[in-house]
């Protein structure tokens, strides 16, 4: 069986001005399903851009990017759009909440999209807060939470849709050490326990340690295994 | 959670800004149906004349009159019903200030002239039996607490010396349009006196109203009028009362031109105003629409919301406008010189310009911030801070 996220030979250059910077470079990478794999690597090594492709925000230049059997790279962005909230959950470093919105209706916004009846919306979002622990805050803004909370929120939203992935881009850089430790505990519960696959860019080598596979970045290209 | 909802929340973001931006659009919808409505009162005489109505008045100026031994010449053209006339009188009553039309008329062709004009049965036969009757619009009846019999005392100018008369008829007006501020009273009385006082003056009318069977004729029908006073003392220059309002409102048609663009400047101002709010509230949320966007939010959900949102401070705005218009014409109807408009009211069509153009202003206003929300590449979106 194939890998989940199958990346061959990507390269991904960007056009700044006249000049072209190549950000990532024939890269290849395999990462199975139930796999909790962490990113790392100096700043302006590609990661964000390797985990943006990967979640189907952002275009390769040049090679292919198989997840779940869909060559992601010739979607429409429409088709784009759909795959993404069927197989993808966001989790930003600075949680991203609409400030309008209570955490209820922050993580009922990706249901949205789907067909299900208001009661199940209810349903799946209060399933979605007491996984992260916060059910008792469902009818607070986001201002009115700690950080840690708030990025509990974002996981919670990220959870709603239910996806295969969750794309993290440093989830725990905004946030204290007790607080850090809680998101991390979360995000292996959802690799253990609900058998997520998870792919997280993080500075922190704590923070890495956490997952089942470390990977390095340097200018736009893996370090072999064990080399680091 | 609804959009609805959800577009009702963002509108309300920055409640200040917000509130500013609508009663911003309030005001400026005020304004415009303000001038809309001034504009509407001037023409007012034009909307409300008849095409049966043929208005013959001295070629030279208004001002000078027609001798009445007309009226038996006019008459007998082919086409002509009815032949009435009316006479200036000007004169003060109470005071300076205190103005509506005064008129001569022969009582007893006037109502036909007229019949937008309504009077009972009795009120018409005691006005027509009495010399020194008049009749008076609704308007100013109750404006000066006019009952049936008071008498009126007038002071001439154009006609000087004291005049009393009496009131025996307070007519009410067909529609909302038909000026219901008149005070009319017998020609004939008027002429008595000019025998007397200043025979040079007698026998002579203002102007003649000439009712027409056929207003397909009216063209044809004036200029045979004309023609017959061709080379005479008084040659008349005859009009459908159409062309004739037409006449008097263009010679203040410089002013209500551009009272007319001002008002359309008003509708560019709540554009710019609306414009100016949505650029900046989608700028701030650059962020969040590129998370919507990852969300799986596509085009048409971006659409929604910020055209949602611009049409709901729009809509918003404009209703509020329209709330406020009504008692403010009202009370600026009451601020003004009386009859100075005999007719001062919202038309229908200024709802629904100041609504419909609110509609287009909200949608405009969408098409910027919209533009850039479906152009933001969402790397760049969630890069951005501001
Ligand atoms: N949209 C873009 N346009 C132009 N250049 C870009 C864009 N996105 C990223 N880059 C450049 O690509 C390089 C890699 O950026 P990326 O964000 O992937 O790095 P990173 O490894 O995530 O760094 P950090 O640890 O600081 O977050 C940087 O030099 C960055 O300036
Ligand atoms: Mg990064």
Redesign the interface.
Known sequence: MSALISISHLTKTYKREKQEITVLKDLSIDIEQGDFVALMGPSGSGKT?LL?II?G??RPTQGEVMIAGTNIGVLT??EL??W???H?G?I?QFY?L????TAF?NV???L??TPLSKSERRRQVELALSVVGLADRMDHYPRQLSGGQEQRVAIA?AIASDPDIFVADEPTGDLDRVSAEEILTLLERLNKEFGKTIVMVTHDPSAANRARIIHHLEKGDLIPQGQS | ?S?TK?IV??A??HTLRVLLTIVGISVAVVAFGMLRTVVTAWNSGVAASSPNRLIVRQAVSFIFPLPYAYKEKIAGIPGVSTVSWLNWFGGTYIDKDQFFARQGCDPETLLSLYPEYKLTSTEISAFKTDRSACIVGIETAKRYGLKIGDIMNMEGDIYPGSWQFTVKGIYTPRSKTDDATQMFFHWEYLNERMKQDDPTRADQVGYYVVKINDPSRSAEISLKIDQLFKNSAAETKTETEGQFQQGFVSSSGAIIGAINIMSYLIIGIILLVLCNTMIMTSRERT??YA?????????GHLFAFIAGEALTISMLGAGIGIALLIPIVQGFESFLPRGWFPVFIIETSTYILAGSSALIVGVIAAIIPLYRALTM???DG?RFTG
């Open positions: 851009t943006n979640a925000i952002d962005e429409t759009a759909k993404r909230s069927r993808i966001f930003f991203n609409i400030p309008v919105l209706e009922e916004l990706p949205m999209l939203r | 959670m959009m959800l929340k963002n309300f973001r962020r969040e998370v919507l966007k990852s969300l799986g939010f596509t085009g590449k969402i790397v969630l």
